[in-house]
């Protein structure tokens, strides 16, 4: 029993918790949470959300692993320093890009998902052969985890989740993203363009703001105790 409880206790760590607070407030009106939203308007909503967090779910693996392997290839040291400089920027930049954000304007993020989308659907339009996966897999599927893979890649969450698994458990981070991402994605598939409607961009991006900068500070009151 206190094996198992021991188990449990390194799964749902600090890791955890902040991966999947990381994971929702920034994943809310973001690109792919739009892509999601916008794709289940058009097709299927099992289907959308089969593709769509396929993508996340896979991109959070690998960027945990990304993260848990740094510190085997570069000094422990410099890792936590830089994923405690990452934090701090991330969180500076949220804060100042929803300062300057105009309160008329309202989740940007939408109409360029659209653009892109309608964009996406026309060269498929034009299309006289399916591509071999377009055979074997739903084009449905494909289009959504295609499309969310992309634009998740490079994107805030997924540097962030990087960087916490430099300090913090893999399967902890693992977890706790995956969860995040399959709240977001459900609610998108749902009824994402609604409930974006009733949240404030700058409200939501101040709040994320602040998460972050939470994260440098804690980061930083507890350095890892390897040296350089």
């Known amino acids: 029993m206190e094996a198992v409880s021991g188990m449990v206790g390194r799964v749902v760590d600090g890791g955890f918790y902040k991966s999947f607070a990381m994971v929702v407030m920034s994943e809310i009106g973001d690109k792919t949470f739009f892509i999601a939203a916008i794709m289940a308007m058009r097709h299927s909503r099992s289907r959308v959300l089969a593709g769509a967090l396929g993508a996340l779910v896979a991109m959070t693996v690998l960027s945990a692993a990304m993260g848990w392997a740094a510190p085997n290839l570069i000094s422990k040291y410099y890792t ?126 101040m709040a994320g703001g602040v998460m972050f900068l939470l994260f440098g500070f804690h980061s930083l009151l507890n350095p890892d105790t390897d040296t350089a």
């Open 80 to 205: 936590s320093l830089a994923a405690t400089l990452l934090f701090f920027f991330f969180g500076a930049r949220l804060l100042y890009d929803s300062y300057k954000l105009d309160a008329s304007e309202n989740w940007g993020e939408l109409a360029e998902v659209e653009a892109e989308l309608k964009e996406h659907e026309d060269a498929d339009s034009k299309k006289k052969r399916k591509s071999v996966l377009e055979r074997v897999l739903d084009p449905v599927i494909l289009e959504a985890f295609s499309l969310t893979f992309l634009a998740e890649w490079g994107d805030r969450s997924q540097l962030a989740t990087i960087g916490l698994a430099t300090q913090q458990s893999m399967a902890g981070v693992t977890l706790g993203g995956v969860l995040g991402h399959s709240i977001c994605t459900t609610i998108a598939v749902l009824g994402g363009r609604h409930f974006a409607a009733q949240l404030s961009e700058r409200t939501v991006g």
